[in-house]
């Protein structure tokens, strides 16, 4: 019996789980933990919430909730979401508690005491007026290598190049948008650079990692290592273990991956065997595997390790298969970013192995994969239920309908020795794709034993031969059930609910993995009771975006704009002309004289319809449109949330458009004013229906409606929130 230690990278507490998460570093490692299960080995997975992340702090500054308070709602959110996915790990746990604390704490003196840690002074970014050092996610600014304007202060999510201080283009606070100044503090650094040669020895024989982790793990190395801090001046994390240390704690990155060291002591621990974890941590045979995002790997093949290396007795990782990214429409899923599709509906809405499938199929194992809405109904219809799921149920029921149990075989050893060859030969292809984490390929492998049972069952022709010959067709159904049953084992890493349902369909009782992987070739014992077959699957049907009720608003492109020049117009005393940055300088002309006179709208950040057919007012070209609420003799323009940049996307989760658009088209759409009810409701004059962003504080926010009449609405929104305005603008008032 061989041990797998299965690491899993932890997602930040600070919302539910999104496609993405589950795409990219909690399905792959279920699936290999599920086939070693098979195998008869022992995997050891573990990993958790990451709670001491500053996307923590800075999402529960938006509730209004302690740090702790929303790191644990969204832990058990999580938990239940991995839970409802049967995912299943030896432990799911959190890092804000006294184990992982205990741990990492020892982590830390130990490399102090062995010299890998020292204390420096370092430059810092500052904010003057917010009053504090900023960590690295308070910070966002422009990458100075791939030119991503929305890197935070650390590390550019888009191209992987992490930064020292300074280093970051444009640099500005995320609460306030002033830029930081970069001031002194004393830290503690990680001595990275003491591990260099060693590291460049380790992954020298490291050919079968896949190229994009050798290449971003030869990239760092090749520039040489840096000494790197692993303090940062906040008060939500693990303490720093000295006297003097109060107000500074050891950052997320470091304190994160030791999670998996006290994620397995604590599994340990909870089944009453303390030193259990050593089999896994301290056997130089066992190999350690570790699941994560592509923006994830220098910290699991560079900073891990060498951290392993100081700490010494430890095993370090054997395999990274991290994943690239899925997207949506292109755009990285994330929900701080407002792309989303989260777990909890999705699992409210189809069926899990459904879901498990098509992030399978679509896995973005070597490049990004871009999610849509028809392509997983096309896959799961199309293929998951078309091809495995009929070839169950037209195999299980005439089966059922005509025998009721297992029939006799009577045919050849040849006859039969060809259809156990196919099964083991699609045995030791899975088998080999699994071992070497090669998902897609295996799912695929799965999939054509599937398609190779449809066409043997047409080809037997079982419907004609019961007319004819019972026993004869008794015998070909007999195969057919082999097929069903090396199915439902070779598929089980993948569609665990579908696998265990054919499994009992074909009359076995107890867990199928008890079975193990022996159980894709063993016979069927003939006469076994089936039990009354029903469809594993069933087909989705997803609402088509065009014909979705808020289709019309995807005819707009609405940009965030900073004003930046106001003039009179020379021939209308009611116009102002204005010059307006929106990722590009456009002009305005505007009917605002009368509520904004003088430079009242200079600096201001507007939103603009930045797609509206061009037009001459009074001789002066129009290049787009202002948005402004409108309530009888009140008039004021609609507000970006703080932060967001001129050219920032204002979007209702729908794909912009990219047409010109006519003005008495615009006039034809309807936003209107909404006064906050909750999460989840908004008054326009009456109550409907609405998502309001995450962290929205606001009262008044602009809202889409499909038609004047709609009890469902649509929240205007950028990246930093929600389009507001103030507190006196009615609701229901009209966005003109």
Avoid at 95 to 105: D, L
Avoid at 171 to 189: G, K, Q, W
Wanted: net charge neutral; hydrophobic share 40%; with cysteine.
């Amino acid at each position: 019996m061989v041990k797998v230690l299965v690491c899993v990278a932890w997602p930040y507490s600070n919302s539910a789980i999104h496609l993405g998460h589950v795409a990219g570093s909690l399905l792959p490692p279920d699936v290999f933990s599920k086939y070693h299960r098979l195998k008869g080995n022992e995997p050891l997975m573990v990993g958790g919430s990451d709670q001491h992340g500053t996307p923590v702090t800075v999402k529960a500054e938006k509730e209004g909730l302690t740090p702790e308070q929303l790191a644990d709602k969204y832990h058990y959110i999580i938990k239940k979401a991995i839970e409802d996915l049967d995912i299943e790990y030896s432990l799911y746990t959190k890092t804000h508690n006294p184990n992982h604390i205990e741990v990492t704490q020892d982590f830390f003196l130990t490399l102090l005491d062995k010299g890998y840690l020292y204390k420096k002074s370092t430059l810092q970014y500052y904010c003057p007026q917010c009053a504090k050092f900023l960590p690295d996610r308070y910070v966002e600014g422009k990458c100075p290598d791939c030119g991503n304007e929305k890197a935070r202060g650390d590390q550019c999510e888009k191209c992987g190049k992490a930064f020292e201080p300074g280093e970051l283009k444009e640099a500005r606070c995320i609460h306030c948008t002033v830029a930081p100044e970069l001031r002194e503090t004393e830290h503690f650094f990680l001595k990275l650079s003491a591990f260099q040669d060693r590291l460049l020895d380790w992954v020298k024989d490291k050919d079968y990692w896949k190229p994009s982790v050798q290449l971003f793990t030869r990239n760092w190395l090749e520039a040489g290592l840096e000494d790197r801090p692993i303090t940062r001046d906040m008060n939500w994390g693990v303490p720093v273990p000295l006297e003097g240390w109060d107000n500074k704690v050891i950052y997320v990155w470091f304190d994160a991956v030791i999670g998996y060291l006290a994620a397995s002591k604590e599994w340990s621990k909870l089944i009453g065997q303390p030193d259990a974890w050593k089999a896994w941590w301290q056997d130089p045979s066992v190999k350690g595997y570790y699941f994560l995002g592509k923006d994830n790997i220098p910290f699991h093949t560079i900073i891990w390790p060498s951290m392993l290396m100081g700490y010494g007795g430890l095993n370090l990782p054997y395999d990274v298969p991290a994943n690239e990214f899925l997207t949506f429409k292109g755009d990285k899923l994330s929900k701080s970013r407002g792309v989303s599709i989260d777990i909890p509906t999705m699992v409210q809405k189809f069926q899990v192995d459904a879901i498990r499938y098509y992030l399978a199929a679509n896995m973005p194992e070597n490049k990004d994969a871009d999610f849509s809405w028809e392509d997983f109904e096309t896959k799961v219809n199309n293929e998951l239920v078309a091809t495995l799921g009929n070839f169950y149920h037209r195999v299980l029921s005439f089966t059922y309908k005509h025998f009721g149990e297992v029939p006799e075989f009577k045919g050849t050893e040849a006859e039969r020795d060809e259809i156990m060859g196919v099964i083991a030969r699609t045995r030791d292809e899975v088998d080999a794709y699994l071992d070497k984490c090669e998902f897609k390929r295996a799912l695929k492998a799965v999939m054509d034993l599937a398609q190779f049972g449809n066409r043997y069952f047409d080809s037997v022709g079982p419907w004609a031969l019961i007319k004819k010959d019972r026993e004869r067709c008794g015998t070909v159904l007999n195969l057919n059930l082999q097929l069903v049953k090396a199915l439902a084992v070779l598929s089980y890493p993948f569609l665990p609910r579908s696998a265990q349902g054919a499994w009992n369909l074909l009359g076995y009782g107890g867990k199928l993995v008890e079975a193990g992987w022996g159980g894709v070739s063993s016979v069927l014992p003939e006469h076994q009771k089936l039990k009354e077959p029903v469809p594993l699957f069933s087909k989705i049907m997803v609402e088509k975006e065009e014909s979705s009720p808020f289709k019309g608003f995807g005819a707009l492109n609405l940009k965030v704009g900073e004003v930046v020049d106001v003039q009179d117009h020379p021939n209308a005393d009611s116009l102002l002309l204005l010059q307006v940055d929106i990722g590009k300088k456009i002009q305005i002309v505007a009917g605002l004289k009368k509520y904004y006179p003088g430079d009242a709208l200079r600096g201001k950040k507007v939103v603009v319809v930045s797609n509206l057919k061009p037009a001459k007012l009074r001789g002066y070209e129009s290049q787009g449109m202002l948005l402004a609420a409108d309530a009888d003799e009140m008039v004021q323009v609609l507000s970006p949330p703080a932060g967001s940049l001129p050219g920032d996307a204002v979007s209702s989760g729908m794909t912009q458009g990219d047409k010109p658009l006519e003005y008495k088209d615009f006039q034809k759409l309807t936003i209107r004013i909404a006064g906050v009810m909750g999460k989840d409701r908004v008054n326009v004059g009456r109550e409907v229906r609405c998502a309001v962003p995450e962290g929205t504080g606001a009262k008044k926010i602009a809202v889409f409606l499909p038609a004047p009449e709609s009890d469902e609405a649509l929240a205007l929104f950028t990246d930093k929130g929600a389009v507001t305005v103030d507190e006196g603008v009615p609701d229901g008032a009209t966005v003109r």
